[in-house]
């Protein structure tokens, strides 16, 4: 068996063989407590989709290979000799990491990411204030992303999601480096549903504040509703801001489908297609950047990205 065709074996599969299983699971990638250092925090990530894995207390990742490479401490030569003698044991006990584990090669990403630094482009913080977004709180919570695509460099506002991509937005694009929900877990019994990441900063914005008290889930995408189901029902309460058109007020049906307690709030913006359109309206005459003074004095350290 080749380097190539080992790496094509479920990671998560291997792991699980050596008894060595996520503590948190989210069904399309799991983190783990890293297997070859002492690691109390569970900082290794496994894209199960993907099948490839990140340390991010080590500040390395890679393939399958690389994995045992670092569990062994070995090259790659020596890695694929022990692979190759524990697949001659594991068929002798019939068992084999062969068949529906087999990963789909990996497509490469159309972006490449250049820098990420705090928003500083005047461009982006026009585009900010057009969308009625205080920028102080965009900046607690988003990055400036500058990155390539077939060569051609661009920038945007990147947020971002569960798996460490982004969603991005400037005035002439919308798009991700990959499509996943984000999550603010601070131990709260309530969670707030928002279904992008505008809505959200237009709510903290309304609000005049960097961060919630609740618990919330921002969806990047009606799409990811079902990836965020069991965070989402294991609320007392859901208080969701979708959008006032077919997919969010379908995406709020489901949400009512298995949450105890849920209250849509988009019934307060009715007239509007969204949270962000709302706001919009709301400072048609008053000044983009006053809530400014009103924000210096809040605190910024209490936010906790759920991982």
């Not at 063989?17 to 109390?40: I, M, Q, T, W």
């Not at 990963?103 to 972006?111: G, L, R, V």
């Not at 630094?117 to 500058?146: F, M, T």
Request: glycine letters at 6%.
């Amino acid at each position: 068996m080749n380097a190539k065709e080992i790496n094509k074996i479920s990671i998560k599969k291997y792991l699980a063989e050596l008894n060595v299983h996520p503590a948190k699971d989210r069904g399309y990638y799991g983190l783990y407590h890293s297997p070859f250092r002492d690691d109390h925090n569970a900082s290794m990530k496994v894209d199960f989709e993907k099948n490839l894995w990140m340390d991010y207390g080590a500040g390395f990742g890679g393939t399958l290979i690389d994995l045992i490479m670092q569990m062994e401490k070995c090259d790659a030569g020596k890695a694929i000799s022990l692979f190759q003698q524990k697949e001659v044991i594991n068929k002798s006990e019939n068992f084999s990491f062969h068949g529906r584990n087999i990963i789909k090669p990996e497509q490469k990403s159309a972006f490449i990411i250049q820098n990420i630094q705090e928003i500083k482009n005047p461009a982006l913080i026009d585009y900010l204030l057009e969308r009625g977004i205080n920028v102080n709180i965009a900046k607690q919570h988003c990055q400036e992303i500058s990155y390539l695509v077939d060569g051609k460099y661009y920038f945007a506002v990147g947020f971002q999601n569960d798996i460490h991509g982004y969603e991005l937005r400037n005035k002439y694009f919308k798009g991700c480096t990959s499509k996943a929900p984000s999550y603010n877990d601070v131990g709260s019994n309530i969670c707030k549903v928002f279904e992008g990441f505008t809505d959200y900063l237009s709510y903290l914005t309304l609000k005049k504040t960097f961060y919630l008290e609740q618990n919330v889930v921002v969806l990047n995408s009606v799409s990811n509703i079902e990836k965020t189901k069991p965070f989402i029902a294991s609320h007392e309460k859901v208080i969701a801001y979708l959008d006032n058109d077919e997919a969010g007020h379908k995406a709020t049906s489901y949400l009512r489908s298995f949450c105890k307690n849920l209250i849509d709030e988009s019934t307060h913006y009715q007239n509007y297609n969204d949270l962000n359109d709302y706001l919009k309206s709301n400072q048609k005459n008053t000044p983009k950047n006053e809530l400014d003074n009103d924000l210096k004095s809040e605190q910024a350290n209490s936010y906790r990205r759920k991982r």
